[in-house]
């Protein structure tokens, strides 16, 4: 097994980790690595990937990975989202995987703590440990059903229809067509900023450099959205203009440093 994961502020990383401890000798695969490949091959028979939500679906690293790797050696394909999610998320991976003739076995997500501040606060610190703690006895069943090779994808309800066939689609490509670039040209840093440069260390698509000791947000570079620049500055000195986000606190998980989340950029 190897375990394909996609993360900006820790969650996923975390997961990822955690999962694979109880697969011994299972892989960490950083997405973000791959993607300067044209065509990634998958080396083992079952194959996880590991993601958080991006309004509402896959993050777009997420998406291009699985559209340029090789699945065709994989007989078990599950993914694992660490944001409760709608089942499209899901629909969307499989009808990916489906045209080269694979599919996806197992779906499962399960929620940790909340980053986008845009919209959400951060967690208290006893609701980040309620959540790690629900978290790791969901992953237990989660693991058992992967060694036990289940295929299930979950449905949603009958009343979210209209959501899930409506409104959520229209919103998610709003998000990703609109808002989300628009975010992405709106990072600065603020008079707190000391140029430690840990913001462009964390970016994992090298957006960010530093120039006079203060980084610059390239507009000719992709944004993976991830917020690994806002949230893992020590002086809490990266912004979003118009969004108050110097109030809403910040959030990492506890467990993974910088240099975990550097670890994964490709080149």
């Not at 694992?80 to 996806?104: S, W």
């Not at 629900?134 to 992967?146: D, G, N, P, S, T």
């Amino acid at each position: 097994m190897e375990i394909c994961y996609f993360s900006g502020t820790g969650n996923s990383l975390h997961v990822a980790g955690e999962l694979a401890a109880r697969f011994p000798g299972a892989p960490l695969v950083p997405i973000m690595r791959l993607l300067d490949q044209q065509a990634f091959k998958a080396r083992t028979d079952v194959v996880g990937i590991v993601f958080p939500i991006h309004a509402f679906t896959i993050p777009w690293p997420v998406r291009t990975f699985l559209e340029n790797t090789d699945f065709r050696s994989t007989s078990y394909i599950f993914a694992l989202a660490t944001r409760e999610c709608f089942a499209r998320v899901f629909n969307d991976i499989d009808k990916l995987l489906k045209r080269q003739g694979k599919r996806l076995d197992v779906g499962f997500s399960l929620e940790m703590p909340q980053n986008y501040i845009p919209i959400f606060k951060t967690y208290s610190h006893a609701e980040v440990e309620r959540v790690e703690g629900a978290m790791l006895e969901k992953l237990e069943i989660i693991a058992q059903k992967i060694k036990d090779r289940k295929t299930h994808r979950p449905k949603d309800p009958a009343w979210s229809f209209p959501l899930t066939h409506g409104l959520v689609p229209l919103v998610s490509w709003w998000y990703h067509k609109v808002q989300l670039p628009k975010l992405a040209r709106s990072f600065y840093a603020d008079e707190r900023c000391t140029g430690c440069s840990i913001c462009e260390r964390v970016c994992l698509t090298n957006k960010i450099r530093m120039e006079d000791g203060k980084p610059i947000w390239e507009d000719s570079a992709l944004c993976a959205y991830c917020f690994a620049c806002l949230h893992f500055c020590p002086e809490e000195a990266v912004q979003i203009r118009g969004r108050k986000t110097a109030s809403k606190g910040r959030y990492h998980h506890p467990a993974i440093k910088p240099g975990d989340i550097a670890a994964q950029k490709k080149g």
